[in-house]
């Protein structure tokens, strides 16, 4: 049988290839793909035609001209992927603008000589979609039971700090009729957008309840009208590609509205930057991190001791 050579055209797909087990079987990854730090010395089959220096405004603008336009937000260097061999490559369906898809894939395959590697798309929208997409790329890989076993692990933490969640409610509920916060959840500053897809199941599974996105759909854009309605007991900001440092920079967009200092999520500081890039819009096994930080922002009486993600994974402003 021929040895896997694995090319992960996304940052997900890395870490799930990885903690199936099989790091050593990866023979590229794309621009992005940063975890776990032992890949990151490995060719890079992918880049983006955005210039990502300018601002969220900026970025967005670009991206929308190119997607008007029937282009792909990515580059694949074909040439070096047809260098390295992979016969398996991950890729996604799932958003036009976060990974190269597997048509910029067959763009770039057309003159491959032979056979060509076995393609895996990836397109989750629910959490359970991701799961699915673990069982997916674990049957590539022809060793289902690793996708199994890491599954269940998964599902074993969330289960585990969801009875908490549901404990302390009920517990609080015999004396104080103590209701669930209100969280939105901002997955980009300028224009505004919600965090959709998995983002409000974990909010759910973390003792909140997401007042902008919907489980399972695309996410929102957001208007300043409907932050100031619904006016959420907790903003988090977690724009997709964005790191801290980078997301405080972008965030005066925002801060600076007349508007802003009359929210009760300001009034009362409960909010808070995350680390949107590592965390949460990344679709594989760190999206159980990403509750741990969410359970530390909402629930802070029970869990912000319990795991050491401040200042790292989010901070508060």
Known sequence: ?????????LPSATEIVCALGYRDSIVA???ECDYPSSIRNLPSCTDTKIDITGNSLAIDQQVKSLVEQGLSVYKVDAELIRSLKPNLVVTQTQCEVCAASPKDLEDALTKWVGGGPSIISLEPNYLEDVWKDIEKVAAGLENPQAGLTLIAGLERRIDKLSKLVIDYYTSQHLKTQLKRPRVGCIEWIDPLMAAGNWVPELVSFAGGEDV???AG????WLDEEA?????????????CGYNIKETLKNLPTVTNKPWWNKLNAVREKKVFVVDGNQ??????PR???????????ILPEVFLKEFNYENVGWIKI
């Open 1 to 9: 049988m021929e040895p896997l050579r694995i090319a992960t055209m």
């Open 29 to 31: 990854t794309s621009h």
């Open 212 to 214: 902008f996105a919907e």
């Open 217 to 220: 759909k695309h996410s929102p």
């Open 227 to 239: 932050i100031i309605r619904e006016d959420p007991d907790i903003i988090i900001f977690m724009p």
């Open 279 to 284: 965390y949460f819009n990344r679709p594989g």
């Open 287 to 297: 999206l159980v991190e990403s509750l741990e930080i969410l359970l530390q922002l």
